[in-house]
Nanobody, 123 residues
């Protein structure tokens, strides 16, 4: 069992930046691949970024590539999502997720989820 708690969301103007954090507890964090997903009102949950257990491999949705960066700190059981050049269409609840086997873009792959943190980008 892994418990995940996101933080760092908020209200920001278009063009601004935010850094989301996800604190993990429970099983050995470094054994888990991690992902960030988001869900806007009335829309399906969508993939944002993912990182392998070691941090050596990452993947991004085309919509955030070049603007967002996922990273992890296994010593402190943390994963981050640095979001730059934010756009109004980035407005959503952002979720952190963990999987012990692989990382990827399908939310169905991930076994553990945080409660989410709201990001609102004003135009």
């Amino acid at each position: 069992q892994v418990q995940l708690v996101e933080s760092g969301g908020g209200l920001v103007q278009a063009g601004g930046s935010l850094r989301l954090s996800c604190a993990a507890s429970g099983r050995t964090f470094s054994n888990y691949c991690m992902g960030w997903f988001r869900q806007a009102p009335g829309k399906e949950r969508e993939f944002v970024a993912a990182i392998s257990w070691s941090g050596s491999n990452t993947a991004y949705a085309d919509s955030v590539k070049g603007r967002f960066t996922i990273s992890r700190d296994n010593a402190n059981n943390m994963v981050y999502l640095q979001m730059n050049s934010l756009k109004p269409e980035d407005t959503a609840v952002y979720y952190c997720a963990a999987d012990p086997d692989q990382y990827g873009s399908s939310w169905l792959m991930y076994d553990y989820w945080g409660q989410g943190t709201q990001v609102t980008v004003s135009s």
